[in-house]
């Protein structure tokens, strides 16, 4: 392993704004970057007061240490987060958590992401590419300045597809249209692995349904703990709970409850609402980094 100077334990090494409000940052831990694999995650505390994050390890590299995330800056713990200069430690994170996706040689492989998730999906369809089988991308977001690691999925694919919900990159509409092209145009994949926003990972799973494709979704679902303790991960699954910490964040897509998952993650709607405006009010900043 090379030695990064001056850095412990979190540190964070590398930063870079993505898109507005998207932020892609490196953090040194070696422990973390030995044990990584894709599909994982991990749970990053920037202060020993904030809220435990969970976000996807995008990439890491296990002879120099550290572990990559992107994040969303949409409520105070992200926008802390999004504050951490370069060269400052994170008070703690946690990982790698949950199960590895399964990654097996299953001939043809849609991979199906949006968002702030797109980034979640590289790591991924990079598996599936390594393991043999021919990757099919499909990537989205509201608008074509939203749009995020394009050519780092492009590299790894075999074919491409853009999609953003005004039209202004590629195919107008959901990235599940774009789904839904692919299949009409005669592409059957073996497996569809779909990760992003709840409503359109759902509408990922109706589409796959009707093709009689099978498919998983990487859940989302409030995450406290991270070790299945807190229970507020649990979702249904086929009408059994499930907690996504420890038994996730991928589940078979078409036995999901997406109806209760997407009441669950507005919970907390307005505490975080209320939190946010304080934060605000008291010279918290957003979408930029400190001055």
Request: with cysteine; glycine share 10%.
């Amino acid at each position: 392993m090379i030695k990064i100077y001056g850095a412990t334990r979190y540190t964070v090494l590398r930063k870079r704004i993505l898109a507005p409000k998207i932020k892609e940052i490196d953090i040194y831990s070696p422990r973390i970057a030995r044990a990584a694999r894709a599909g994982q995650f991990v749970m990053v505390m920037v202060d020993r007061v904030s809220e435990r994050i969970p976000l996807t390890i995008v990439d890491w590299d296990r002879e120099d240490g550290w572990i990559r995330v992107v994040f969303q800056e949409v409520g105070v713990s992200t926008i802390k987060l999004g504050l951490v200069d370069i060269g400052e430690d994170l008070y703690h994170v946690s990982g790698p958590h949950g199960v590895p996706t399964h990654i097996s040689r299953f001939g043809t492989v849609a991979v199906v992401g949006g968002g702030v998730a797109v980034a979640a999906l590289y790591p991924v369809a990079r598996a599936f590419k390594e393991a043999g089988n021919r990757v099919v991308a499909i990537i989205g977001a509201r608008s074509s300045n939203l749009l995020i690691y394009e050519d780092k999925v492009r590299s790894i694919c075999d074919e491409l597809y853009i999609s953003t919900d005004d039209g202004s990159r590629g195919i107008r509409g959901y990235v599940s249209s774009a789904l839904e092209k692919i299949f009409s145009e005669g592409l059957k994949p073996d497996l569809v692995w779909i990760v992003g926003p709840v409503a359109m990972m759902k509408m990922c799973s109706s589409v796959a349904r009707r093709y009689g494709v099978r498919a998983v979704a990487s859940l989302n679902p409030i995450m406290v703990c991270g070790i299945g303790m807190c229970g507020a991960c649990r979702v249904r699954v086929y009408g059994k709970t499930r907690f996504a910490c420890l038994e996730g964040p991928e589940f078979d897509a078409l036995g999901v409850d997406w109806n209760e998952l997407e009441l669950r993650l507005q919970m907390y709607r307005d505490e975080e609402n209320i939190s946010l405006r304080r934060f605000l009010e008291s010279g918290g900043c957003i979408g930029q980094d400190k001055t």
